[in-house]
């Protein structure tokens, strides 16, 4: 390419500038001479352990000790020798620039704090021995998070220990206020307590949990327990404002030392906070022995960790069970939790992980005894496969909340002599199919190669329909279903001793309930036969092989109305 004669003069024009430019740089920076020192100390008063997130808040004083103006000097603050920060200081002469820097220390061991002036020894410094300053804090490891001494441990008849990162925390709290009767997502909330999960969303928004180790326990005198510890930058300060926004005003008692934030709940449960060896520690107490314990007496005791001792002793006394713990996740997942579940006569873990489009739950739960399946009617409500030397049921469960349809949890069991196990798979289903997670979660616990007979899926025949439980006893068969109407033909069959007038049944999907009027009697034994429209479209129906619906059946018996609840299934 040509370059023409004026752009030959562009090209000197532009060196000239910048040759200007470092030669006026050179001469009011670079050839100063500065009388310079710095002094860096700490504001966060004498603490004598420091522990991982723990804060120091730092004052650095940089005093222009020479008569003449400092301009455009650097200071670089660092730690362990990476830079930290930098900052571009213009002092007048005979003055101070102070600096206030705040540092949370990420883990534990020997942090090197450093202040230094200029450099890149730009400068003519006359002392550069006061040019620096620097000094070490060390931060030691926090307490090991041994939940089970925060709760009492006489007379635990089951328990969930927990350990979760921030995803899998998050996770846990969509799965759990999210989809009906997921017990063990439910107790890392304490059972959807709401404070607690005002508490974990405020919290992890602000990124102020860094990981989490916690116990859901109940007891023979019908008492639970809850506790978790966090490690992170929540404070009391913290907790209390997020307490206070449901109307509670917490109280603060000191017990041999440490600070307790107290919230009476209701009649039997109240609330605690305290920060102790590097974990700020939540806990609930509900109380239903009429004794006066409260969380504060059980916060502030240090139990002997029995509950934990039983337990490491039966995972230890089960040959398999540690070996299909670290087995049970798919390959190139990402762990973000984990659960070791006490039933008193059985023990079981659920591991957590996820990859890129979905989140699982993998279980094991050890049978209390070996399980025969001779003559046992395994009916699946969803989708079979047998793959190799597995044979496993998988369900599509669908949101509370309508809204979320997108998401599906996929339920994979499968029965084995000693071991039930389970796979959730929460999943997009606009990005992975439930006949993926439903196929995958086989393929995974087929791997772990777990001997002995296992149970047989069977599919259900045609359609099923049942009545809760109710004094009045109610029959019920499905005969016929038309799938482009959803019209059902049914017949129902007074059980019980006295004459039912039915006056209107409902078949329905939740928030889609119509009434139809029937307004028959049924003497002692008789059978009524009845047609009537379910109601709402089927959730999912891509993947899910049967059909549910709820029954609402309105009736009268010696002229007391009722209402008694059911639910339909028909296979598609």
């Known amino acids: 390419m040509d370059i023409t004669r ?28 500065v009388s ?66 705040s540092y949370a220390y990420p883990s534990n061991g020997t942090y090197q704090f450093q202040a230094v002036a200029d450099p890149g020894h730009l400068l003519n410094v006359q002392d550069r021995d006061l040019a620096s300053s620097s000094f070490n804090i060390s931060v030691v490891a926090p307490q090991v998070p041994d939940v089970y001494t925060s709760v009492p441990n006489n007379g635990i008849t089951y328990s969930q220990h927990f350990i979760l990162v921030p995803k899998g925390l998050l996770a846990s709290l969509f799965i759990s206020e999210n989809f009906a009767n997921q017990s063990a997502f439910m107790q890392i909330s304490n059972n959807n307590n709401p404070l607690l999960l005002a ?47 449901f109307g509670i005003a917490p109280s603060i008692t000191t017990v041999n030392g440490t600070n307790i934030l107290y919230a009476r709940l209701n009649s039997t449960t109240s609330f605690c906070a305290l920060y102790y060896r590097g974990w700020t520690k939540l806990s609930e107490y509900s109380n239903s ?44 997942t990402t762990p973000v939790g984990r659960s070791l579940f006490d039933y008193g006569n059985s023990i079981a873990f659920m591991n957590m992980f996820e990859s890129a489009n979905a989140t699982f739950a993998a279980y094991a739960t050890r049978n209390p005894a070996p399980v025969g ?49 389970r796979v959730l798979s929460l999943i997009n289903g606009t990005l992975v199919s439930a006949e993926t997670a439903h196929e995958s979660a086989a393929y995974l616990i087929n791997y ?99 059909l549910i619906y709820d029954l609402a059946l309105n009736y009268t018996v010696n002229n007391v109305q009722s209402i008694i609840n059911g639910s339909v299934l028909i296979n598609q």
Not at 200 to 227: C, H, Q
Not at 451 to 478: D, R
């Open 6 to 33: 004026n752009e030959i003069i562009a090209y000197v024009l532009i060196a000239i500038i910048v040759a200007g430019a470092a030669a006026y740089y050179a001469s009011t920076v670079l050839s100063q001479n």
């Open 36 to 101: 310079v020192t710095v002094k860096m100390v700490s504001l966060s008063g004498i603490q004598k352990v420091l522990y991982p997130f723990n804060s120091t808040n730092l004052r650095i004083y940089v005093n222009n000790t020479g008569t003449q103006q400092i301009s455009g000097m650097l200071l670089g603050v660092y730690v362990n020798d990476l830079e930290l920060q930098d900052y571009q200081l213009t002092i007048p002469p005979r003055s101070t620039a102070v600096i206030n820097i």
């Open 199 to 245: 508490l974990y969303r405020d919290l992890l928004a602000s990124d102020f949990i860094d990981n989490v180790a916690g116990a859901y326990t109940t007891y023979s005198n019908s008492s639970s327990s809850y506790v978790s510890w966090a490690q992170g930058l929540a404070n009391l300060s913290d907790i209390s404002y997020i307490v206070r926004t």
């Open 289 to 332: 022995s009429n004794s006066t314990q409260t969380c504060v007496g059980v916060a502030s005791t240090q139990y002997a960790s029995t509950e934990s001792t039983k337990v490491s002793n039966e995972v230890s006394a089960s040959n398999d069970f540690t070996e299909l713990e670290g087995k049970f996740a798919y390959t190139n």
């Open 373 to 421: 399946f001779t003559g046992a009617n395994l009916t699946c409500y969803g989708y079979i496969l047998d793959y190799e030397n597995v044979s496993v049921c998988s369900r599509a469960v669908y949101p509370l909340n309508q809204s979320l349809s997108d998401i599906i949890l996929v339920n994979t069991t499968e029965f084995n002599t000693n071991y039930t196990f």
């Open 448 to 546: 772990l190669n777990v001997t002995g007979p296992n149970g047989q899926w069977k599919p259900l025949n045609f359609g099923a329909c049942s009545f809760g439980n109710s004094s009045v006893h109610v029959g019920c068969n499905v005969l016929t279903f038309n799938y482009e109407t959803a019209a059902m033909s049914m017949q129902l069959t007074n059980e019980y001793s006295n004459n039912i007038h039915i006056n209107s049944i409902a078949c329905f999907n939740p928030e889609f309930e119509v009434n139809q009027t029937v307004n028959q009697t049924m003497g002692q034994g008789q059978t009524l036969n009845l047609t009537t429209v379910c109601q709402g479209s089927v959730p999912g129906g891509i993947f899910e092989p049967v």
